[in-house]
């Protein structure tokens, strides 16, 4: 593994520190507020609605990022973790949407379903005995390999099927990004190493900008200041609803260990039980307040372990002033509205190299594991059928939807298979 530039508990200057929390911003932002518009415009909420909804969502995630990353008690990891609104909610939230209950019905089903991970993560110290190496490292493979479409979209522009998707402009503008990044990250010495991927991006919004490429109407329209609005939907709480919002935190428990043990692993850290505890809980009580405050529930974001991995900067303390810089967007919409008028090929090509290290990172810990056939069992059907569902979803589309709620995320089905073939397959006896 390469060398940290900068551990959990070193605090770099300040203006630096800014620097670096913004690259995790960077990361985020996209994904923090892209499910309350999947959410809004789906349900036709009107847009003042929406607008509530995504600015309750990073404030929020400002907030419970920096109690992960500081700690109150024996609430949060104390490691750098960027917390955000999680897609695993989806598809339970939009089949709560459209019944009566609609919003209130999706907050007060998410705020009671949210005790599931409040009460899990006391048992996170025995569910830690289930993942030995050979487990943690093919989930956080799969984390990875999970993360590249997402990536490939983004450098490509947009969604298979748009006009412009992979024109050779925006290949060409993802693939000057990836150079930078690639030169920096190789050849740059402090800041310039530690910052490469803010620095790629700035590289790549100033070149788009003089191309005449951004869209600032979303500037343009965004308000300058906005108050949270806590409870503005209202909370209705329908039984089927809770019971959907119940399965979908299950999910969230498994995915956020794996994101967890990979930051361990991206930190150098050695993940406990009690780091994992901590962890979870600090998940489950913010969902729990995100549903209050009038937004979707939160999970920790994967994306964000890859800037560690590229950088080699895993100061909590720098990921504290991240959850700072949301808590400023939640509360100063228009900052946000900038941020989000990045082209998506300068997102793709930071987003390409930094989830692609989540895979190395991956390798790096199975090179560790004992090669024989129980191992190889684990590996292959895990990452295999966690590919399939990611690569191909519609895999899933003629099962029933409690099945596709479970199993709609390749890390999950990858995780729940490793972690069960890893208990059923026995171990080979020493020759």
């Known amino acids: 593994m390469n060398k940290l530039l900068y551990s959990v508990e070193d605090k770099p200057p300040f203006l630096l520190s800014l620097l670096l929390g913004a690259q995790h911003l960077l990361a985020a932002l996209g994904g923090i507020i892209a499910v309350p518009l999947v959410i809004g415009n789906v349900l036709q909420l009107p847009s003042s609605d929406t607008i509530i909804l995504v600015n309750a969502a990073l404030l929020i995630s400002g907030v419970v990022t920096m109690i992960q990353c500081q700690g109150i008690g024996p609430i949060g990891i104390r490691l750098p973790s960027v917390m955000g609104t999680s897609f695993t909610f989806v598809a339970a939230a939009l089949a709560i949407g459209f019944s009566q209950d609609g919003v209130a019905g999706i907050l007060g089903a998410s705020l009671v379903g949210s005790l599931v991970m409040i009460i899990g ?43 412009q998707y992979a024109s050779p402009q925006n290949l060409a503008m993802a693939f000057f990004v990836l150079t930078i990044v690639v030169i920096l990250v190789q050849w740059g010495k402090g800041i310039f190493s530690a910052a490469a991927i803010v620095i790629g991006m700035f590289t790549g919004y100033l070149t788009a900008l003089l191309l005449g490429w951004i869209d600032f109407s979303g500037v343009q329209q965004a308000e300058a200041f906005a108050l949270p609005q806590p409870l503005h939907f209202g909370l209705a709480f329908p039984i089927s609803g809770i019971i959907g919002m119940s399965i979908a935190y299950l999910v969230t428990i498994v995915e956020s260990s794996g994101n967890f043990l990979a930051l361990g692993n991206a930190t150098k850290t050695e993940i406990s039980g009690k780091h994992l505890r901590g962890g979870v809980l600090c998940d489950g009580l913010g969902s729990a307040l995100a549903a209050v405050m009038s937004t979707t529930p939160f999970s920790s974001f994967s994306q964000n372990i890859g800037v560690i991995s590229l950088t080699g900067v895993a100061s909590r303390y720098v990921v504290t002033i991240t959850g700072a ?16 008028s990045i082209p998506l090929p300068v997102l793709g090509g930071a987003g390409l190299m930094m989830f692609a290290m989540i895979i190395a990172a991956g390798i790096q810990m199975l090179d560790k594991v004992e090669r024989n056939k129980r191992n190889g069992l684990i590996i292959a059907i895990s990452i295999g059928c966690g590919l399939a569902v990611t690569t191909r979803p519609e895999i899933l589309d003629k099962l029933p939807s409690f099945v596709k709620e479970i199993f709609g995320s390749g890390i999950t089905v990858g995780s729940l298979l490793a972690l069960t073939l890893n208990l ?6 020493a020759e």
């Not at 943690?136 to 984390?143: A, L, Q």
């Open 121 to 163: 993560s006391f048992f996170m110290p025995t569910i830690r005995k289930l993942f030995p190496p050979v487990v943690t490292g093919t989930v956080v493979m799969m984390i990875g390999l999970s993360l590249i479409p997402v990536a490939v979209d983004w450098f490509a522009g947009g969604q298979r099927g748009d006009e």
């Open 325 to 340: 810089l949301l808590m400023l967007a939640g509360l100063f919409p228009i900052f946000g509205a900038l941020i989000v």
């Open 424 to 429: 059923v397959l026995p171990h080979e006896k």
